[in-house]
């Protein structure tokens, strides 16, 4: 196929998707043009006050720039970037995802392939808008076991399909604000098999909400699977990355999940939220082990606390009202509770802490830590001590 004739079709399928309503987004990547900041750029719909646009962001090394066009504009442009400017260009539609590809002294390849895209995302940047995650219209699903073709859940999947959906209400609910055109970065510690990752990568997406979304995790494999389930997936602002939670660096963030990750990996990762200003921090503790063995019941409860099962529990709560605590001196509002019904699963107490735009109740926060500490013989824990938080009173350090 000549350069023209692909690009023609390719324009027409543009024209064709445009027209029909089944546009999802247009994605434009390897830059050959003279501005070397630019990297790629992202076309969706919007709808606007003065009717409905094309959103082209360009996202350039530091920054992303929103341009919005009419319909015949964008086509316009697209036809003087894709091939001049950009070598490769991915149209999503409901119904097929077109690619073409320029290449150096041959002819440009024109691919069709299936569908990854069910329904064209939320024109509108409401969070309210941010939907369930529906099995049928979540291929990854599939790629990750939990639905079956056709997306029937799979046997033994209905917990975890259930606790996918609620952890994105979650989200949702707790979102912070940012600008419209804004992208959101959040950064999933300890992400195991990437459920969550995908399923606010996902839900937010289809809300129309720009989002990078990182997953870390210990186990190479598992973020090999994810990042090739990721690319299938066309999730081009998903990545996974193999590491401990405690050696990885973070830039800006705004929301950071950890999720079950093992003991005091859920400190770590705390920490590091709050060292980098993230505005949402949403931990699910769990095998708490640090504290039990420093653990000193306060006289009172020393008869009770003689039972092994009762100390085990009475050490997660302490450990995990101490990181509450903690959470509120570092300037977040926390609240604990149970996100799941228990008998889908154990480990259902949620942190969730939302930074607050004052430091006020700094040292009363901090009183209310030591004494916690305090009234169990507490001297280190982890998240303590990765604040730099002294734990010891004049008292004890006496
Ligand atoms: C129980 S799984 C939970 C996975 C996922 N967050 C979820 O809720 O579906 C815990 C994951 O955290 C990972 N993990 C534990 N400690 C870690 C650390 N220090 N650094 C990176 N990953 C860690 C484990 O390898 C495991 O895959």
Redesign the pocket.
Known sequence: MSQNSAKEKWLARLTETLGDGSFVKLTLSMYRGGDTALKNVMVRPVELQDGPRLSFVYRYARRDVTKNFERGEAVELLNDLVGPQFMRAHLFSTQWLSEIEFREGRPARLTEGKAVHAEPPSKSHDKERIRSIIAEKSPWLQALDVTLAGGKIARGMEAKFRQINKFVELLTSLLPETAADAALSIV??????G??TFAAYDSLQRAGKRCNVRG????PE?VELCNRIARESHFDHLHFEP????DMALDHVDVLI?????DT?TD?AIAKGIAAGAKLILV?P?CHKELRPQLVPPPPLAAALRHGIVLERHAEFVTDALRAALLEWAGYETKVFEFIATEHTGKNLMIAATKRNDGARREIHAEQVRELAHLYGIRNQRLAGQLGFNLATEEQSA
């Open positions: 999933d510690m300890g992400c195991g098999k459920y969550l870390i995790e210990a186990r598992l590491g401990d939670i405690a950890a999720l079950h990750a093992c990996a770590d699910s769990c």
